[in-house]
């Protein structure tokens, strides 16, 4: 167990909708990172966020947005849902930008 | 672009066999270098980490690395493997500069199977 912990497990939802994953990182951690996993694109950083402030941006759809609130935990909000948009997603966590990343059990995201 | 290639897909070994998993980098400095392991229907977890120092790095469950300056490469190793060390296997960078600080870059994985 890493200590982060990510919500839902499983998310299955049509074209169009929008959804919330959410993120709690570790205790102690102020960085916060999404990660897509898909079969043809691989892993991929999406977003980072220092103790509620946006870091780094990787390769985030605009339709795609997160935030880190002052208890640290993080939320991506996914919207206007494409097939392609099914992927697993991780969040993970470090003390700082250059620390090691702790993963979550990630949340599976299945467009219909 | 900074890049990190595991150029093989798939390994099959025989358990107890030894085990090398191949990965080298494209960047102009040393970065920070990990392996993570991920089981089916599971998250990532942290193998070993080389940030400086001494290039051969001890891990969990038995795994080693070699960072290799010269061939840009940190490749895997473990001395006999076990059955349930199959799993996928994925090498990645923290380039460790200015604002990519932080994104870890992936390689595409190389998936373990173990022979009985």
């Known amino acids: 167990d890493s200590g982060v912990t990510q919500t839902p497990k499983h998310l299955i939802t049509a074209t169009g909708q929008r959804v919330t994953l959410r993120c709690s990182p570790r205790s102690g951690d102020l960085s916060v990172y999404w990660y897509q996993q898909s079969l043809d694109q691989g892993l991929q950083f999406l977003i980072q966020?220092?103790?509620?402030?946006?870091?780094a941006k990787g390769n985030i759809l605009e339709r795609f947005s997160a935030q880190q609130f002052p208890d640290l935990h993080s939320e991506l909000n996914l919207s206007s849902l494409e097939l392609g948009d099914s992927a697993l997603y991780f969040c993970a966590s470090s003390v700082g930008a250059l620390d090691t990343q702790y993963f979550g059990p990630g949340t599976r995201l299945t467009v219909l | 672009a900074q890049s990190v290639t595991q150029p093989d897909i798939h390994i099959t070994v025989s358990e107890g066999a030894s085990l090398e998993l191949r990965c080298n980098y494209s960047y102009g400095a040393t970065p920070y270098l990990f392996w993570y392991v991920q089981s089916p229907g599971q998250g990532l977890q942290l193998l070993l980490k080389y940030f400086s120092g001494d290039t051969l790095v001890q891990g969990i469950k038995g795994f080693e690395a070699e960072f290799k300056r010269s061939q840009s490469s940190f490749n895997l190793r473990k001395p006999s493997v076990h059955w349930s060390d199959a799993a996928e296997y994925f090498c990645a960078v923290n380039l460790n500069y200015g604002g990519s600080q932080g994104n870890l870059i992936f390689g595409k994985g190389t998936k373990l199977s173990v022979k009985p």
């Open positions: 966020y220092y103790n509620g402030e946006e870091r």
